[in-house]
């Protein structure tokens, strides 16, 4: 004997008169709860801020490559010409190939000589806890505050006597003074971080100080490097001051002085300025395009340390 076939019924149909069609089902509202706020006017201020970041930047592309003619007769109009004959000029006339070399020669030796003797001198201070290392390290912390439009004169007369003004030796000193008291900064701070195990262990198997610092401890130091070197590179690179007091002989100038030279006291030519200034950044630009994974790394490293 067979039995009936089962009928299944869903729960909403349980009660439901026969022939009355299903309720529209309500729709799920979306609610601003704050956190969704919060990620909205985030989004919001961080699109803003990349337009106004971008946007100087373009215009300076753009005017660089127009006519005098036609950014004189429309500065923020639509371009309706455009001329390479900008840069042509501005590479010509700051003596690019030389300047550059120059602006290269003193930024790398300058980098070099700061992360050598910061690195050696924030070991011992990272490690050595007595009275004279806080002080000699809140000396190093002192000199950060100071600026550099202080110590030209005094640094002018110390050049002179050493003979080194209009020298490269002399402007790479300066720099290396000028720096190393934040490099000291950086690497002591994170030395202090460093598990003091791992000196311990390489006292163990015969190794001295130098050597485990070169061996054990150099190696560790890769993302406070990297962030260092970024923002000295891109200081010394920029700086003005310094090149145009302590260099007086013009093929020995960087990029910088040598684009400064086309601003007029009395007139602005943007289609010559805008050029020399774009011109100048881009090494520098290049350099970091083609080390950026290294630096992002060395600072991924460090954050994870």
């Keep these: 004997m067979t039995s009936p076939p089962s009928i299944a019924v869903s729960a909403t149909e349980v009660g439901r008169p026969a022939g009355k069609p299903d309720a529209p089902r309500p729709?799920?509202?979306a609610t601003w709860t704050p956190r969704r706020l919060a990620t909205a006017v985030g989004t919001t201020a961080l699109t803003l801020g990349t337009v106004l970041f971008v946007l100087p930047f373009v215009f300076?592309?753009?005017t660089s490559l127009r006519t005098a003619a036609d950014v004189a007769r429309s500065p923020l109009g639509i371009p309706h010409s455009f001329t390479l004959k900008n840069f042509t000029h501005a590479f010509s006339q700051i003596h690019y190939g030389t300047s550059t070399l120059n602006t290269l020669l003193i930024t790398g030796l300058s980098c070099v000589l700061i992360t050598v003797l910061g690195a050696l001198a924030g070991y011992?201070?990272?490690r050595i806890t007595a009275g004279w290392s806080t002080a000699v390290y809140r000396l190093f912390i002192l000199g950060t505050s100071i600026p550099v439009f202080v110590v030209v004169a005094p640094l002018y007369l110390l050049m002179r006597d050493l003979n080194l003004l209009d020298t490269y030796a002399g402007v790479v000193l300066i720099y290396t003074a000028l720096n190393l008291p934040l490099a000291v900064f950086f690497y002591t701070s994170f030395i202090r971080q460093i598990p003091a195990d791992l000196e311990e262990a390489a006292a163990l198997d015969g190794c001295g100080a130098l050597r485990t610092f070169f061996v054990v401890i150099l190696p560790l130091l890769r993302p406070v490097t990297s962030t260092l070197l970024t923002f000295i590179s891109l200081q010394i690179w920029?700086?003005?001051l310094v090149p145009l007091v302590f260099l007086q002989d013009p093929g020995k100038r960087t990029v910088m002085?040598?684009?400064?030279?086309?601003?007029?006291?009395?007139?602005v030519q943007p289609t010559t300025l805008f050029p020399a200034a774009l011109l100048g950044v881009l090494p520098l630009l290049v350099i970091f395009i083609f080390f950026q994974r290294q630096m992002v790394a060395g600072m991924s490293a460090g954050a994870v340390k």
């Excluded at 002085?257 to 007139?267: K, L, Q, R």
């Design 27 to 29: 729709r799920a509202t």
């Design 60 to 62: 300076t592309i753009v």
């Design 124 to 126: 011992p201070l990272g």
């Design 238 to 240: 920029n700086d003005l």
């Design 257 to 267: 002085v040598n684009a400064y030279s086309f601003i007029d006291p009395h007139t």
